[in-house]
């Protein structure tokens, strides 16, 4: 069983994911970092203790992340996408907050557990990226780190360029890629694949006795709307968060490439990630190399959701 730490902004999509390692057997979640991105860190906050009070899970921490992005811009957020609150049209604005930690509650997670330890980052980079920077880091103990971010060599979902978690905080991406080593990115080429269909929800709202079951059907109901708008004709949606776990635990059924990463901070190509794909590739001196997830089983992987998502604990 994985020990992980969660770094997120549900969001629908964060929301799918949460749930997902709420009942997989392989994974423990030892806390949850809430911070800005899909919906204020404040609504972060509530939707995470709703997922875990409905999971009767309040034993888990939740953790203050970043409330906005490292260059002092306002946060972009995406409340059209994901709802007013962020849950669809789920009504939980009276969800009481508990358990809740400062920001070195991560670095007292990573003595806890070291190298037991897996850090999942599922929002924008800026948490990740402000535990780099801390004088008493001790980020590099753990065993392995994961990002949902990026899109190499297809087109972004938050601009022509830009995967939107790269792109809601473009230089903390850049600090990410330039101090970390060995991250495992998974990226908009895998995870936009990731399609769970209206139908399999529906049948997952109907079959499961999973504490989360009455909620599976509007929420999915709420995002495959929204995705009609820039996928006309989708029959649900991706979802993504929940790739980067399946691929978590289940390492036989994806392919990875190891490269150096960049991301562009200028206006124009704002989010931009980029590596050198050539069979040989020019390397950049003290640059560290990290993975990118190039293709996953997609069938493999939807079975894997539908089953642990089937599951009741």
Known sequence: MKKILLIVDPGIDDSFAI???LLSPKIDIVGIVCQFGNVSREDALRNSSFLLNLARREDIPLINGASAPLSGLPPEHYYDIHGTHGMGELNIKNTMFKNIYPFHKIYDLITKYGKDL??????????LALTYLHAGSNIRDVKEIFVMGGAFLVPGNASHLAEANIY???HAAKIVTTHGEGITFVPLNVSHRSIVSKEMIHYLSLQTDAPFSPILKPLMDYYSEQYQLS???INGAPLHDVTLLSILTNEDHYTTVNRQIFVDTDDLTKGLTHADFRPVPEMVDDHPINKIV???????LLNDFMKVMNSSS
């Open 231 to 233: 996928m006309p004709g």
């Open 118 to 127: 897996t850090i999942v980052s599922l929002s924008p980079l800026t948490s």
């Open 168 to 170: 809601g905080d473009p």
């Open 294 to 300: 190039l293709d996953i089983n997609v069938e493999h």
């Open 19 to 21: 749930m997902y390692a």
